[in-house]
Structure formats: C-alpha cells, structure tokens
C-alpha cells in the first residue's frame, strides 16, 4: 500500500477512524473491553484498507476566496428567490425560459461538480447534464433575455472563482 502524501500510515483517516469506534460502541450498546478492542482495531484497520481507494482530492488554495465565494452563492440564493417570485407572479407570457451550453473551463470533477451544483441551488437556473466529455454544462433557465449574457454571468460569477479557490 502507498502512503498517500500528508498522511500519517498509521491512522490516514482519524476522523472516520474516530467515527467508526464511536458507531461501533453504540451499535453494540456496551463499553466491554472486548468490544473496545475490536472497535479500535476495526477504527484503525478498515480505514488502512481503504484510504489507497479513494482518489486524491483538491485541496482549497484560497480559503478566504472560499469563505466570499460561499457569501456571494447565499447572496445569490436569497436574492434569486425574490427574482423567481416576482417574475412567477407577474403575467406568464413575459417568462422565456430555455437551455443554454455554458462551455467549461474547470476540469476536475470536484470543480465541475460543485459549479454546477451551485448553478442548481440559485433559483431560477438548474444544471441538467455535463457532456460526456466534460467540456459542456447544460443549463435550464426559467427566464433568458440575453443568452450569453447569461452564460458569461455563470462564468464570472461562479466558475472563475472555483477555479482559482481549486487551483485547477
């Protein structure tokens, strides 16, 4: 097995080791000594066995980007309720809703993932597939005045900042 870089070899999980004493002690109700044994062996053992499993993640290069970034999408939730509501209330026939390709830049799957997951948690907009060779997110909207108006916003608003808080 490789140690992964900045792991310790003996416990490259201590949180889940951790978690996974604590669940073992409630699920069998006791504080024997046996089960205490066997749960410290299973915390340190079971994640030695998996850690080479998962893949290595991104670490957050900007952590204060990271903290604004996060502001700015609740920001933009809050105010996205306002706009969808408004404009769901007012007359049905000035809504033109669509889909848009807003192309990627962002490659890793973390990054992809969390601006489309942003894009789906501001109201008014959802992320409804990625291509399949990661190069295209297609986005629904409930009102499009200017296509690429729209797309650049995504971009600038979202994307350009994941990939500098990434470094990817």
């Known amino acids: 097995m490789t140690q992964r870089k900045g792991k310790s070899r003996f416990l490259p999980m201590p949180i889940h080791s951790l978690l996974l004493f604590v669940v073992w002690l409630l699920l069998n109700n006791t504080l024997a000594f046996g089960h205490i044994v066997l749960g410290a062996f299973l915390a340190i053992t079971i994640p030695m066995l ?83 060779d990661k190069q295209w997110l297609y986005v629904h909207a409930l009102d499009i005045d200017d296509e690429q108006a729209l797309i650049d916003e995504m971009k600038q608003r979202y994307e ?6 990434l470094g990817c």
């Open 50 to 132: 998996v850690t080479s499993l998962a893949p290595e993640q991104p670490s957050i290069k900007k952590p204060g980007l990271a903290f604004r970034y996060f502001m700015l999408v609740m920001w933009d939730i809050l105010t996205a309720n306002f706009e969808v509501a408004r404009k769901v209330l007012s007359p049905m026939n000035k809504l033109s809703p669509g889909m848009v390709a807003v192309p990627l830049d962002i490659k890793s799957e973390l990054g992809i993932t969390l601006f489309a997951s942003t894009i789906s948690l501001t109201p008014g907009t959802v992320s409804a597939e990625i291509s399949e």
């Open 160 to 165: 350009a900042p994941l990939k500098e808080i």
